[in-house]
């Protein structure tokens, strides 16, 4: 009689003949064939495998250890693992007792996973006997909503353009592309058309509003900046307490549409947009330019300003803007958004004071240079962001606001601003201010923290704060006006 021992990790079939009886699998001689029409040989399964589960998902800011390899053997012999392979196999470490954790705990409205989809993929190794099985690990980080309270205020506004605050009242200015100024009282919700403006302004397409010159007498009032192919692109300014109004001519009718941006900050400051690129560095057009109505002291000189219009003298002091999308301020510094057409959209982050202002177009489209021969002075982006329909890029950047986490504490120290596709990105302060460009690697998507309690911010046309600075607004093109604020506890 001969014995045989089975061989250790090989899928093999051993056959052996005792007397007359031939072992299932055997044929005459150990040829491996049977002319019985026994079963086939079966394979003996050696390596370990994985007993616990190829996906995993976890709220962001999870720390610790969130998910535990665990295998079987079929000769029962330990087990080890180790973190193999994967796109995102710097992010996460595995304890020896097969414990993964992140090495930062993960933030959600910020992905540093390759694809940046918030899906973390790995390929775990156990080993046994010298043999190993690997487990394709996919980790998804889910969003764990931030104390923003989104309120839906107020609907039915036609093809809204721009918003702004009137200072030091419950008022915001609404203005439709058809010529409407709204005021909407964030006191009550109510909503009432200006009729002062109404009855008084110049036809034309309303491109932006601001409010401007709080407290003086010659200046004070809602501004508009309009375009007709009559009057070309023109400033209108109403004071319905005095009675008067004021109009200037800023250029003739455009060749094509562009978009204007306003915003008041000591002076007033116009971006308007450039219809062709010839015109932004052409100093006979107001189109691609920034335009600031000054502030008139009346007493800065020998005469007294005519009180019976409100007066405007505008000035060109800056070149190079493709496609305005809006301003916000903060710190005596203006925050300037501009559209890129088909590289990166920009943030440019200026002092008013500060001569030349040059923002680079068509020289430049964000940081990308488009052609040789730029201006010798150009003020560069502090922050840009793709052209596109990818994760973190976008159609049109949206001036935001910035937030003081004293009263938003769940924003943070931030920079809120969107983008027209429905995106809405945050950037922290310090960012802004350190003396460097950022891009996407450092924006935050803060679009599923700022879901609405009815309707959809699928298409911002601006923010403007609010009253005491604890919230503020957003207008969506569709019509519809949304209250940001803290969510209660």
């Known amino acids: 009689m001969s014995f045989f021992s089975p061989i250790r990790r090989a899928a093999v079939i051993v056959c052996a003949s005792i007397a007359v009886l031939t072992l299932p699998g055997c044929g005459e001689g150990g040829s491996g064939s049977s002319s019985g029409g026994g079963s086939p040989p079966v394979a003996v399964p050696t390596r370990p495998s994985f007993t616990s589960s190829a996906t995993v998902s976890l709220a962001e800011n999870t720390t610790g250890v969130f998910y535990t390899a665990t295998a079987s053997d079929p000769q029962g012999d330990p087990v080890t693992f180790a973190l193999f392979s994967g796109p995102d196999a710097d992010k996460v470490a595995l304890d020896s007792g097969g414990g993964l954790r992140f090495n930062q705990a993960p933030n959600y409205d910020l992905p540093t996973d390759a694809n940046l989809d918030n899906v973390y993929e790995v390929t775990l190794r156990a080993t046994a006997g010298g043999e190993s099985t690997d487990l394709a690990l996919r980790v998804s980080v889910t969003n764990d909503v931030e104390g923003v309270l989104v309120t839906r205020v107020a609907t039915g506004i036609v ?93 003739p009718a455009w060749s094509a549409p562009t978009t204007v941006s306003m915003i008041q900050s000591g002076s007033i400051f116009i971006a308007v947009g450039s219809p062709s690129e010839s015109d932004a560095q052409d100093d006979s057009t107001p189109y691609g330019k920034l335009i600031e109505l000054p502030f008139i002291d009346p007493f800065a000189g020998a005469s007294v300003p005519d009180s019976s219009v ?35 959209h920009e943030l440019t982050i200026f002092q008013t004071n500060a001569r030349p202002l040059d923002f680079g177009w068509p020289f430049y489209e964000g940081s990308q240079a488009t052609r040789d021969n730029p201006p010798a002075a150009v003020n560069g982006p502090t922050l840009v962001y793709p052209f596109g329909d990818g994760i973190k890029q976008g159609d049109g950047i949206v001036a935001g606001v910035l937030n003081d986490g004293n009263f938003l504490p769940a924003l943070g120290d931030s920079y809120i601003f969107a ?38 911010i699928d298409g911002p046309v601006g923010f403007a704060l609010g009253t005491g600075t604890d919230h503020f607004f957003i207008l969506d093109r569709d019509g519809e006006l949304f209250r940001v604020s803290q969510r209660p506890d």
Not at 314 to 342: K, N, V, Y
């Open 159 to 251: 093809d809204p353009v721009a918003i702004a605050r009137v200072p030091n009242v419950e008022t915001l200015l609404v203005a439709e592309k058809g010529g409407r100024v709204l005021r909407y009282n964030s006191a009550t919700g109510a909503i009432s058309e200006d009729t002062f403006v109404r009855d008084n302004r110049r036809p034309g397409e309303v491109l932006a509003i601001s409010y401007g010159f709080s407290g003086n007498v010659f200046q004070e009032g809602v501004y508009l900046v309009t375009h007709s192919p009559a009057d070309g692109l023109m400033v209108q300014a109403f004071n319905s307490t005095r009675g008067v109004v004021g109009f200037t001519n800023l250029g």
């Open 310 to 344: 409100l007066q405007i003298r505008p000035q060109i002091i800056g070149d190079g803007i493709r496609r305005p999308g809006g301003f916000a301020f903060g710190s005596a510094l203006l925050f300037l958004a501009d559209r890129g057409g088909s590289l990166e």
């Open 419 to 456: 983008d027209i596709n429905g995106i809405i990105f945050s950037i922290s302060q310090s960012r802004l201010r350190d003396g460097f460009r950022h891009t996407i690697n450092v924006f935050e998507n803060k679009s599923e923290d700022f879901v609405p309690d009815a309707g959809l």
